[in-house]
């Protein structure tokens, strides 16, 4: 393989990494640092999300992408100064169907159902409830530039939580990627509890590159996130985003 060759297939990778329904194994690795946690502020978490992709061909037109979300969850002093847990929380479990090629204009679309499992180890870190929803995703790719939204609503609909659950999900991202395949991403992450009726959102910056270990492609990267919004008891202030991909390209 030619250095150019060898160039073109790396920043193909990394297009395809800033697409959220392309057609790429990947399993990232995401780990968040919060704190400014519970009635006396003093509250911190760690949650690490390990967010497996896999795509499958339906036929030469469509493909399914399965997107999981598992959180490992440390807490500290959440809700209240002495308490904290640590496990597994509610795995997130998004299928998308999306058409193989972008339409007419050169957008990338994606449609179908989201579920939440109730797999928390705890009844701490997670609802203990089994819901359901649609969700979307709608992005563009020109030149160096990737811009979209993906969004979601979970509606439970069973389980023995206390508190039911009914959040939408908006996700508008932004993302650069320059010629050695360094990425720039600016995206929120809001998520609005139509029972509370609050917001959570949280502004992201991360830059990510593109590199080879031995024979495995791999992304790490590294950002801050600011807390623009969120719930009385919730995190305040400047967070961290740690993240490693691991790709496994056809």
Partial sequence: ?????????STDLAKKLANPVAALISVPIQANYD?????????????????????????EDWNLISRTILPLIDQSDVPFAGLGESGVGDVVQSLFFSPVEASESGWILGAGPVFLLPTASDEALGADKWGAGPTGIALKQTGPWTYGVLVNHIESFAGSGDQDVSATFLQPF????????????????????WDSRQWSTPINLNVAQLLRVGGQMLQVGAGARYWAESPQGGPEGWGLRLNVTLLFPR
């Fill in 174 to 193: 932004l993302t650069y990627i320059t010629g050695t395949q360094t990425t720039f991403a600016l995206n929120t992450e809001s998520t609005y509890d």
């Fill in 1 to 9: 393989m030619s250095a150019l060759q060898a160039a073109e297939d």
């Fill in 35 to 59: 704190d400014g946690f519970g009635a006396d502020g003093d509250g911190s978490v760690w949650r690490v999300n390990v967010q497996p992709v896999i795509p499958v061909s339906l036929d």
